[in-house]
């Protein structure tokens, strides 16, 4: 009895180690210290690597807050890959010395950056986007401006920011294909209203997270990505997390965040 009540405590120990394991906590890429903060998502480490922080962009108050946490600190970066990008820098996850919480993780957590949607790690994934939802919920930060987040009904707004990576949320009032292109229709008017863009080739992400695209008509969304355009503003949907699902009743941009499938 006592040997099977031992098994049961370590069993208990092991999973709830397991349930609370942080996330992003991938391969070690090697350890440094900051030398230098390069611009709002890059810094510079004195063994002359340039370390690019993967799963974020930044916001107006970005460069100030990295450089208030990392300028002169010893860091642990942590990754997926280190292949250096084209222009040189390596993409990592940046912990400050011995924490278990990445510093991407904690500007999200302030409202002082915002979550990209290019981890395909799910729980990485997850995880940053509950840390930025924490901050929108208290507005914190980015959040603090009721125009950090875009309403889809209101397309100029969205076409001012055209290059900028933004966040739009609004109701899809048609789903279209045309050729091997579906567009998330968010007004009346297809060339001048609000739309986002998703490839066929996009479609198995959609399909594995058993949604459909014509299900998301009539449904509202919350909708990350870079800005483009000409005559109406698009957003270029290439991975499945730039896309969230909200409830019918949900107040813009506090609710929590809910992936395709959910909500």
């Not at 990754?79 to 040189?88: L, M, N, Q, V």
């Not at 050729?179 to 198995?204: D, E, K």
Request: hydrophobic content about 40%.
């Amino acid at each position: 009895m006592t040997q099977r009540l031992h098994f049961i405590v370590a069993f208990l120990l092991v999973a709830g180690h397991t349930a609370f394991a942080a996330p992003c906590q991938f391969e070690s890429q090697g350890e440094g210290r900051v030398a230098a903060i390069v611009d709002a998502r890059s810094v510079r480490l004195d063994d002359g690597r340039e370390i690019r922080l993967a799963g974020i962009e930044p916001t107006a108050t970005t460069k100030q807050t990295l450089t208030s946490l990392l300028a002169g600190r010893d860091v642990t970066l942590r990754g997926a890959d280190d292949t250096p990008d084209r222009y040189g820098r390596q993409g990592a996850f940046v912990f400050i010395g011995e924490s278990d919480t990445s510093v991407q993780a904690t500007l999200l957590a302030r409202g002082e950056a915002i979550a990209s949607a290019e981890i395909a790690d799910k729980d990485c994934a997850a995880a940053l986007l509950a840390s930025e939802a924490q901050a929108r919920r208290q507005k914190m930060g980015n959040w603090a401006d009721p125009s950090a987040i875009k309403n889809a009904e209101s397309p100029d707004d969205i076409l001012a920011g055209i290059g900028r990576f933004m966040v739009v949320e609004g109701k899809v009032l048609s789903v279209r294909q045309a050729g091997a292109m579906t567009y998330l229709n968010f007004g009346r008017n297809w060339t001048r209203g609000f739309a986002v863009t998703i490839s066929r080739r996009t479609l198995p992400a959609f399909e594995s997270a058993g949604i459909t695209l014509k299900s998301l008509e009539n449904r509202r969304i919350r909708v990350r990505g870079w800005v483009e355009g000409n005559t109406g503003p698009r957003i270029d949907v290439r991975l499945i997390g730039q896309v969230e699902l909200l409830g019918a009743n949900e107040p813009t941009g506090v609710g929590p965040s809910k992936g395709p499938g959910t909500g």
